[in-house]
């Protein structure tokens, strides 16, 4: 099975949660990294978060994970008022070496759960490879299987940190296909941090363009999908001009 195709995975459908932030602001010592942010996103939003290194991409998800302390306020809720699940993947695939790609995607669910990571490995093309090792796998394959655990868990929020930044531009492009399919069925409000202004512009419906700890840009992306790169050309000159 090839990256790009997927199966149904109707149990892994969660819909998404709300982000509201009200002035949220994070400082590392004396320094401001985030100032004084205020924003909505709206459930099953697809976002994606740009800037020049240093902007603060990074410490934007951290602080929607939990991850780092913030000062203003933040709510991340599901359409019945609870609190959200939240998953984050990162750029390096972060699995266990002695533990196969089920066991690696199940990590941290309950017994009864298990079925959700076969499930979601299913969704990422690697049925049949549930007992393969990390090391027996491509680093795209790896990716996946980081891809199927944060699914796994049902996550209504999921945030992605760079999830592609180490994969040939080959492989790249087939994940794009991947995870476009995934978020459309699971419905979660989803996060992405990416340098490639072409790969925000394809999977994203709004970009966030973050500069000196301040939010530059807010940008919708009505073109329909699937996107080419020439269909999106404008928005991503515009981007590009913004950044600098
Ligand atoms: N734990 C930390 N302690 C001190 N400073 C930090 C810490 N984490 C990040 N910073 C600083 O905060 C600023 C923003 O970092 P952040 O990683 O959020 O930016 P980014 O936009 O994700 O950058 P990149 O595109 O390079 O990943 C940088 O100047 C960075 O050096």
């Given at each position: 099975m090839t990256a790009a195709a997927h199966v149904q995975a109707a149990t892994l459908r969660t819909g998404g949660a709300s982000l509201t932030l009200r002035h949220l602001g994070v400082e590392y010592g004396d320094k401001a990294v985030l100032r004084d942010l205020t924003l909505d996103i709206a459930p099953g939003e697809r976002v994606a978060l740009v800037g020049a290194s240093g902007g603060g991409k990074t410490t934007l998800l951290r602080a929607l994970a939990g991850l780092t302390p913030h000062?203003?306020?933040?709510?991340?809720?599901?359409?019945?008022?609870?609190?959200?699940?939240?998953?984050?993947?990162?750029?390096?695939?972060?699995?266990?070496?002695?533990?196969?790609?089920?066991?690696?995607?199940?990590?941290?669910?309950?017994?009864?759960?298990?079925?959700?990571?076969?499930?979601?490995?299913?969704?990422?093309?690697?049925?049949?490879?549930?007992?393969?090792?990390?090391?027996?796998?491509?680093?795209?394959?790896?990716?996946?299987?980081?891809?199927?655990?944060?699914?796994?868990?049902?996550?209504?929020?999921?945030?992605?940190?760079?999830?592609?930044?180490?994969?040939?531009?080959?492989?790249?492009?087939?994940m794009h296909d991947l995870l476009d399919g995934l978020l459309a069925e699971t419905g979660a409000t989803t996060l992405l941090v990416t340098h490639d202004l072409d790969e925000a512009l394809k999977l994203s419906d709004r970009v966030l363009l973050l500069a000196g700890g301040d939010l530059r840009e807010d940008l919708r992306v009505p073109q329909a999908r699937p996107r080419t790169r020439l269909s999106v050309e404008p928005l991503r000159a515009h981007l590009e001009a913004r950044l600098h």
């Open positions: 000062r203003g306020d933040l709510a991340v809720r599901t359409a019945a008022g609870t609190a959200a699940r939240v998953r984050v993947m990162f750029q390096e695939d972060r699995l266990l070496p002695w533990l196969g790609a089920l066991d690696n995607a199940a990590l941290g669910l309950g017994r009864a759960e298990r079925r959700f990571a076969a499930e979601a490995l299913e969704g990422v093309g690697l049925g049949g490879r549930e007992r393969a090792y990390p090391h027996e796998l491509s680093g795209g394959q790896r990716q996946r299987v980081a891809l199927a655990r944060a699914l796994a868990h049902r996550p209504e929020v999921l945030l992605l940190d760079e999830p592609f930044g180490a994969l040939d531009a080959l492989t790249r492009a087939g």
